[in-house]
């Protein structure tokens, strides 16, 4: 896509899949500024080695904006070589915070765009500024995300489940309050091929890594773990009521291990009990 006349309709409809993916990229990865009066900038700073993605938001956005190189000490180099695209039309700014994409710090106010969006093009945005695609040190496929915005890790976990059928509880890191959300093996397999797609917008190494998780496969003596079967609020009442293993794992088709250690766990309130009990 090439920059043309800015219009309403053109910049930023989040139904044409290269704006989702910028979209999603931006919130996570993005810095939106106050300045004097109606002064502000948006700016994007990435590693030199992806400015080719800074030149791809410089051509979708209609309005002025420049990238610069920069170079500066780091706690993890002494000479780290940035890009930085930034972005000061004050009617850009506007169009991006009505979209979602707050003033300030954003980690934690976040959220999916309240208008239709391209799904797929707008997580792989999120992954791809706030994520990880490869292998495991022993060789696995996964693809990661992290956020501290509970609404975009649910939106994440949800989308995910549509794809791979794998489902996933948020659960913040004690350390550091972040949510990391991880898909590993086949999930991460349907994932990859799903987000990063032929002719699609990508950060150009981790779509090349995406690539790379279609070659494992799985040996032949690597056992498949079931997916498992969470627990409904009836099956907390029935749990509850007949306050015996067997009685319940007959009546839930369960097994009477698994209905002692949630019987157990709910009477210890190590899991919210069932409304009305």
Not at 61 to 66: D, K, L, N
Not at 101 to 127: C, H, M, N, W
């Amino acid at each position: 896509m090439t920059a043309c006349e800015p219009t309403a309709h053109q910049f930023m409809d989040l139904m044409v899949p290269e704006y989702a993916y910028m979209f999603g990229f931006l919130q996570a990865d993005g810095h939106l500024s106050k300045g004097t009066g109606q002064k502000g900038r948006l700016s994007v700073e990435l590693n030199a080695r992806d400015i080719d993605l800074l030149n791809a938001f410089q051509q979708l956005t209609p309005y002025y904006s420049s990238i610069r190189k920069r170079t500066r000490s780091t706690n993890f180099s002494e000479q780290h070589h940035s890009a930085i695209w930034t972005l000061c039309s004050l009617e850009a700014r506007t169009t991006l915070n009505r979209l979602g994409l707050p003033y300030g710090r954003k980690s934690q106010t976040i959220e999916p765009p309240q208008v239709p969006f391209s799904a797929r093009d707008y997580v792989r945005g999120l992954i791809d500024a706030d994520g990880s695609v490869g292998l495991t040190g022993v060789g696995f496929p996964f693809v990661s995300v992290t956020t501290l915005s509970e609404a975009i890790g649910a939106y994440v976990c949800s989308y995910a489940q549509q794809v791979t059928g794998a489902e996933r509880t948020l659960k913040r890191n004690t350390r550091d309050g972040i949510y990391n959300i991880l898909y590993t093996k086949e999930n991460a397999q349907k994932l990859a091929i799903d987000l990063y797609y032929p002719r699609s917008l990508p950060l150009a190494r981790k779509q090349a890594a995406a690539s790379a998780l279609s070659e494992w496969v799985r040996p032949a003596e690597m056992r498949i773990a079931p997916q498992r079967k969470r627990w409904t609020e009836r099956e907390d009442h029935v749990l509850l009521r007949l306050n015996n293993n067997a009685e319940a794992a007959s009546a839930l088709g369960r097994t009477e291990k698994s209905c002692g250690i949630r019987l157990w766990r709910l009477r210890n309130g190590l899991v919210p009990t069932a409304k009305g009990q």
